[in-house]
């Protein structure tokens, strides 16, 4: 009897069948784990990647802005970013500043100035205070020059949570030059409104000349004009030679 038992074994012992089985119940779920991990973070690329053109697309749209942007600008461009980002809720905040670059006394001696700022959401608009800590994240830029900056902010939760990957922020930030006009211009705060003109001396038709100017300044207050008429000469005061 024990030698029987002893010739089952050893024949079970070198028995290969069954083997893709077992080796397939231990491997798969370790493939099922590998699977739903380059998924998850392939999900995660993807809507980083998203929001990313979501953002150059805001700033696209406003760098070919002309007109004056409003309050109601800024609300419909961050529905644009839920449309874009496939974002739902309130989980979108949106903040659109322009800032211009100013060289203060010639050299190198320049400043980052905010112009004007406004954000959607959980964020607050941007100060001057902050512009000394968004320095280093500015292109350089000739004096007088703008730039318009787009940040988004939208709250990732991943369909599986898997070690190290928790719910997070995708935050996108862009810069933007304006195309067709020298300033994003946002109503009452630099669309020219309350602004006191100063008096250049040539005026430009929205000031008053001061007395004796020429009558070809266009000045508003230039009524006195007289026609004159003089012979051309070749800038040193002598009649040209016939």
Known sequence: MTALIKKYLSRFSRDEKGDVTVEAMIVFPALLVIFAATWVYFDVMRQQTINQKANYTIGDILSRETEIVTEDYIDNARNLVFHLAQAEGDDVDLRISVVQYNVNGGGNNGSYDLVWSKARGDWNALTQGDMGTYTPRLPVMASGDQTIVVETRDWYEPTLHLAGLDAFDISTYSFTRPRFAPQVIFEGINDGSGKQWGNNGWGNGDQDAPGGSLCNNNAENST???????????????????
């Open 224 to 242: 006195d004009c007289t026609t004159t008429t003089t012979k051309p000469t070749n800038g040193k005061g002598k009649k040209k030679q016939s």
